[in-house]
T-cell receptor, first 115, second 111 residues
């Protein structure tokens, strides 16, 4: 299994541009998450999904959109990039949200720089 | 709102030393607490997960404890090795919120 994969690894955007961060998992996990990590800070939840077709906001959703058309894919969309969105973005997945199989598996991250 | 802190922010120890990393949280009504490891430029790897009904969990040289009443968790690493060098993050899950991460402790184990 490849686990959780993310593309691209690194991207530079100009202010106002848009882009989609891709996330795919091959573990048949129901739950998927998007986090951002700023320097010296912990991760903050942007959006999450409990299954195909179902998404919900996390702690810091403004400026982002998500969709979940399949179990495997959970793309994150930035519509109008702003310097405040410069960060490292992590996608994660888990089989359940509770119990022994709630451990989240993380992708390697996408480093985004908005200038 | 749950807040999670970790002290110290950075720690450097000689190889072979036993060490303790600290995690504090403000809301004791947690569902679980998890310790993660993050290597530079990489994603997070789950180390130990402690359910709210548990006091500790062990995996190899790692032992994590949980004291909900005082809002504290510790990660004990025995006989540290250079390969243990990484950033260690703790995270709590409450009944009304998703996972809240601490800022992490950067550990360097000097050969």
């Amino acid at each position: 299994n490849a686990g959780v994969t993310q593309t691209p690894k690194f991207r530079i955007l100009k202010i106002g541009q848009s882009m989609t961060l891709q996330c795919t998992q091959d573990m048949n996990h129901n739950y998927m998450y998007w986090y951002r990590q700023d320097p010296g800070m912990g991760l903050k939840l942007i959006y999450y999904s409990v299954g195909a077709g179902i998404t919900d906001k996390g702690e810091v959703p403004n400026g982002y959109n998500v969709s979940r058309s399949t179990t495997e894919d959970f793309p994150l969309r930035l519509e109008l990039a702003a310097p405040s969105q410069t960060s490292v973005y992590f996608c994660a997945s888990s089989y359940l949200d509770r119990g022994p199989e709630e451990t989240q598996y993380f992708g390697p991250g996408t480093r985004l720089l908005v200038l | 709102k749950q807040e999670v802190t970790q002290i110290p922010a950075a720690l450097s120890v000689p190889e072979g030393e036993n060490l303790v990393l600290n995690c504090s949280f403000t809301d004791s009504a947690i569902y679980n607490l998890q310790w993660f490891r993050q290597d530079p430029g990489k994603g997070l790897t789950s180390l130990l997960l402690i359910q709210s009904s548990q006091r500790e969990q062990t995996s190899g040289r790692l032992n994590a404890s949980l004291d909900k009443s005082s809002g504290r968790s510790t990660l004990y690493i025995a006989a540290s090795q250079p390969g243990d060098s990484a950033t260690y993050l703790c995270a709590t899950k409450t009944s009304y919120d998703k996972v809240i991460f601490g800022p992490g402790t950067s550990l360097s184990v000097i050969p």
